[in-house]
Structure formats: structure tokens, C-alpha cells
T-cell receptor
Framework: NAGVTQTPKFRVLKTGQSMTLLCAQD?????MYWYRQDPGMGLRLIHY???????AKGEVPDGYNVSRLKKQNFLLGLESAAPSQTSVYFC????????????FGPGTRLTVT | DQQVKQNSPSLSVQEGRISILNCDYT??????FLWYKKYPAEGPTFLIS?????DKNEDGRFTVFLNKSAKHLSLHIVPSQPGDSAVYFC?????????????FGQGTTLQVKP
């Protein structure tokens, strides 16, 4: 079991460029989440999904879009990157109400110049 | 509005001694609490949890205490080891939850000195 994987691990973007971060899980979890981690801010929820084909906004959704076309994949898109989106992005999955624990990927370090 | 707060950004302890990490929360609807551990360049990993119907949960060297009246939880690590050096996040889940969402604190960096 690979658990939760994220690609890419690192990326540098120029302001205004777009990119997609890919998250994949092999635990058959219904629920998936995208977080960003910034110094002194902890982990903040960007978007989440409670099942294939569903997405919802989290705490800091502005500037991001997501899609969950397949149960095992959760994509995070930045349409027009801004320096404020420089952060470390973590994907997580969980079984939802039947289990509170979330399992995290290794993260993607994104720098926007 | 920070619903889960870890007011100590960092903590340094000597190997073999006790480490106590603290977490405060404001939402009385939180019914489940978790601690995660994070090493540099890795994702957070689940460490230990506690339900609001309990006041203590123990797993080896790790014990979490919950004081509902004070809206406070703490993680005790005894004895502390250098490998425990990491960032520790507390997290909480509110009932009812059909989203599985967790609210995280800011994190506390623990350094265990040999």
C-alpha cells in the first residue's frame, strides 16, 4: 500500500501561471482533503470531497479549484498563481464519520515568484 | 477565529524527561481530538486521539488528557527521546460531522536534547 501520494513534490511557478497538484490514495477512502501549511498558521483546509464527483469549500478556498472524478484521485488546481499561494500543500484522505483519522501525503512545496 | 490554539510555538526538553504539549479550544461542539506528529519534509502522521467521553487515553509513552470544563487538552510524552523532535499538531472534530473535517492548531515544535 502506497497510502497517499502527491505529485509533484516541488514546483516553482511565476505569477499568473497555472498548475494542477495530483493526490492519489489506495485505501478506498471516501473522503479527501487539501490543506495548506504556512508558518505559524497550522494546517488550513482549502477544499474537500466526501465522495466521487463531490467537492466543497474549506476555510481558504479562494484562488483554488478542485475535482474528484475518480474516488482515488483528488486534484487541486491553481488557475492564476499568486505569491500568496507560496506554501506547502498536503492532501489527506479518511473514512469520514466512521473514523476520524486522516492520512496525509508527503506534501508539495510550491513557490510562486 | 482560531477555534483550536496551541499557544506555545516551541518547547525544548532534555532526553528522558517529560514533554507536555498543550492545546486549547473554544468550540463546545468538538467531540473528538487528535494529535499529529510531523517531521520536516514529511506529511503529518496520526499519533493518538481521545473522545470527549473520556478524560485520558494512553498509548505507550504517549498520553493525552482532556479537560472539557477548561476546554483544554494536553499530550504527555514520557520519557522523551531525541526521535520525538518534531512539530506536533492538535486537531478537533465537531459533532455532527458528515464531512470528517478536522480543525488544526498552529503546531508546537518539540526539541528533545540528548
Amino acid at each position: 500500500n502506497a497510502g497517499v501520494t502527491q505529485t509533484p513534490k516541488f514546483r516553482v511557478l511565476k505569477t499568473g501561471q497555472s498548475m494542477t497538484l495530483l493526490c492519489a490514495q489506495d485505501m478506498n477512502h471516501e473522503y479527501m482533503y487539501w490543506y495548506r501549511q504556512d508558518p505559524g498558521m497550522g494546517l488550513r483546509l482549502i477544499h474537500y470531497s466526501v465522495g466521487e464527483g463531490t467537492t466543497a469549500k474549506g476555510e481558504v478556498p479562494d484562488g483554488y479549484n478542485v475535482s474528484r472524478l475518480k474516488k482515488q484521485n483528488f486534484l487541486l488546481g491553481l488557475e492564476s498563481a499568486a505569491p500568496s499561494q507560496t506554501s506547502v500543500y498536503f492532501c489527506a484522505s479518511g473514512s469520514g464519520p466512521s473514523g476520524y483519522e486522516q492520512y496525509f501525503g508527503p506534501g508539495t512545496r510550491l513557490t510562486v515568484t | 477565529d482560531q477555534q483550536v490554539k496551541q499557544n506555545s510555538p516551541s518547547l525544548s526538553v532534555q532526553e528522558g524527561r517529560i514533554s507536555i504539549l498543550n492545546c486549547d479550544y473554544t468550540n463546545s461542539m468538538f467531540d473528538y481530538f487528535l494529535w499529529y506528529k510531523k517531521y520536516p519534509a514529511e506529511g503529518p502522521t496520526f499519533l493518538i486521539s481521545i473522545s470527549s467521553i473520556k478524560d485520558k487515553n494512553e498509548d505507550g509513552r504517549f498520553t493525552v488528557f482532556l479537560n472539557k470544563s477548561a476546554k483544554h487538552l494536553s499530550l504527555h510524552i514520557v520519557p522523551s527521546q531525541p526521535g520525538d523532535s518534531a512539530v506536533y499538531f492538535c486537531a478537533a472534530s465537531a459533532k455532527p460531522s458528515n464531512t470528517g473535517k478536522l480543525i488544526f492548531g498552529q503546531g508546537t515544535t518539540l526539541q528533545v536534547k540528548p
